[in-house]
């Protein structure tokens, strides 16, 4: 199953089928230029500077983020998480 990761990383021939479930989805191409993040990081930067509790805010949010990450199968995290 997909929590414990690939079903390429499995071994063994009495696998069970693939449940719909599992596949992950495919999104569209990407994007060949890169998101601009000047503005955000200025943004970021602005609230840090006007509240400095804003900073253990930031520190939270990235540790509660990347806490979403499964090592099994690759997937979660700060870039899309799957709870």
């Known amino acids: 199953t997909r929590d414990m990761g690939k079903r390429t990383r499995c071994m063994g021939d009495e696998l069970p089928p693939l449940q719909p479930w599992e596949e992950r989805h495919a999104f569209g191409p990407l994007s060949s230029s890169l998101p601009d993040y000047i503005p955000v ?15 253990s805010k930031f520190a939270s949010l990235a540790v509660q983020c990347s806490n979403s990450f499964r090592r099994t199968d690759y997937i979660g995290g700060c870039n899309g998480a799957a709870i």
């Open 41 to 55: 990081r200025s943004m970021i930067q602005e609230s840090i500077d006007s509240d400095s509790d804003n900073i």
